[in-house]
């Protein structure tokens, strides 16, 4: 409180005090509204540390403004609750122009540790297998799928590497995945 005091408008509030500028009037909206504030502010933002910062900035701007309340208009409640809502409306403002960073901690999801980074054996099974499919197809048709497809090369280059036509590239490939998708599937 000592830290808003110091910050106090040189003016003191007219008639139309809302007394969020001294402890008692601060203590006693705090005590009848601030759950309001806090909840609507939750609800509204969905994070409760944001949440607290709304409701810390809606006091803060009813403090500054407090010698323009007009009891004529409505209460201080309904009051402090139209500056919240310009306070909500800034935020999500804030929110979708510089989106929310996340930590790791706070996503929640499941993750499966084995997709995120194969192991050894993983790698080695799956080199194994890689190297028993390609043992069954035909030389030339072995040497183009591993040019154009594991070493992704283009069609022409390899063509050029191999002294063939294009074309005949393109149909070892066909052919060879078309013959390795025949095969028989483990379990």
């Given at each position: 409180m000592t830290a808003l005091r110091a910050l106090a408008p040189e003016t003191a509030c007219g008639a139309g005090c809302a007394h969020l500028c001294n402890d008692e009037g601060l203590a006693a909206?705090?005590?009848?509204?601030?759950a309001l504030l806090q909840w609507r502010a939750r609800r509204s933002l969905g994070d409760p540390g944001l949440a607290e910062h709304a409701v810390q900035e809606t006091l803060l701007r009813g403090w500054r403004a407090c010698g323009t309340y007009s009891a004529a208009r409505g209460s201080v409640r309904t009051w402090l609750l139209a500056i919240e809502a310009n306070v909500l409306t800034d935020i999500a403002r804030m929110?979708?122009?510089r989106p929310v960073e996340t930590s790791w901690e706070a996503d929640e999801r499941p993750v499966d540790i084995r997709c995120a980074r194969p192991d050894f054996t993983e790698r080695l099974a799956d080199g194994m297998l890689v190297d028993e499919l390609l043992a069954r197809l035909t030389v030339p048709q072995r040497d183009a799928v591993v040019q154009v497809i594991l070493r992704d090369r283009a069609y022409q280059d390899v063509a050029d590497d191999l002294g063939v036509p294009v074309g005949t590239v393109k149909t070892r490939v066909h052919y060879a995945?078309?013959?390795?998708r025949q095969l028989p599937r483990p379990a």
């Open positions: 909206v705090l005590a009848a509204d601030g929110r979708a122009v995945l078309r013959s390795l």
